[in-house]
């Protein structure tokens, strides 16, 4: 595995350019499942697409790590993590297919909320105050959005906050996978498993794909890999609490497509509930990054 760039400040504006480059590929990729949705079972787009990322990936495995970059001592693990990708790749396209994107991109950004929560019961971490602070904060901008008990309150909105839920146990489980598993060996595995899984509920339901959407298909599966493979470089590029905030430019991305393509402009709940879940996020970041100089 390649060594982690020296953290200088020569790297801030490249680790910044590539973060938001791989937002913004992961956004698409999106935008373009949610067309998908409309012709296809969620299940068979997530299959398609992990089948074709999967060579993509292993071939970048086998470049800069040899063979031994596709062995792995936590085959356990990273089958439950794939049962967790999937099940959250699950809900959040089904959820796409009847909500705005940007108003979905928002709910998925409650991910480190369910983080810290979930790693005092999970990882018996210590949450200070500043950070419960933060917790609560996220989940009043994530009432906003959805309104519950509401005429605008829209059941898929919950599937949304599984999604989120599902990515943040997939996140800290990563804790117990030892440090000497490399990042591309985690990805490809990450990518290969829920395929695995995927391929007998997407039998069930398959639908002949037509020519036409082929190229979609490919789309989504190099551009979710160049997103998540950019978006981890980043972090190898500068420090989290650097990076992380230009996470959230998804936002802005899925609000221009949402309203390019399906004409779609964010209402005043999904614009306030996100900038609430933001600020609550950039308090976790802060806190994390006092506590990682520390």
């Not at 990518?191 to 959407?213: C, K, N, R």
Request: hydrophobic share 60%.
């Amino acid at each position: 595995m390649p060594a982690r760039a020296p953290l200088t400040d020569a790297n801030l504006p490249l680790a910044i350019a590539t973060i938001c480059a791989g937002v913004a590929f992961l956004v698409a990729n999106d935008a373009i499942a949610k067309l998908l949705t409309e012709r296809y079972n969620p299940v068979q787009i997530i299959a398609i697409r992990n089948i074709l990322a999967l060579p993509m990936i292993a071939a970048v495995v086998l470049v800069l790590s040899g063979p031994s970059g596709l062995r792995t001592r936590h085959l356990r693990l990273h089958a439950v993590r794939g049962a967790l990708m999937l099940a959250g790749a699950f809900l959040y396209f089904s959820a796409l297919q009847v909500l705005p994107l940007a108003e979905a991109t928002a709910l998925v950004f409650s991910a480190p909320i369910f983080i810290t929560a979930l790693s005092v019961p999970i990882l018996g971490e210590r949450v200070g105050p500043w950070r419960w602070a933060a917790v609560l904060v996220g989940f009043v901008g994530v009432l906003v959005i959805v309104q519950p008990g509401s005429a605008a309150f829209h059941p898929a909105s919950l599937m949304v906050l599984g999604t989120a839920t599902c990515y943040a146990l997939f996140m800290m489980m990563a804790r117990f996978i030892g440090r000497d598993e490399g990042l591309w060996s985690m990805m490809f595995f990450a990518v290969g498993i829920p395929g695995l899984y995927a391929i007998p509920f997407a039998a069930a339901v398959w639908t002949p794909v037509a020519w036409s959407d082929a190229g979609m298909f490919l789309a989504i599966a190099v551009l979710g890999s160049l997103g998540i493979t950019m978006i981890g470089h980043a972090f190898r590029l500068a420090p989290a609490a650097v990076v992380a905030p230009f996470d959230y430019t998804a936002i802005l991305w899925a609000s221009g497509l949402g309203w390019l393509v399906w004409g779609d402009l964010p209402g005043a709940a999904t614009v306030l509930g996100a900038a609430i879940i933001i600020g609550g996020g950039l308090i976790i970041v802060w806190r994390e990054g006092r506590r990682g100089s520390g």
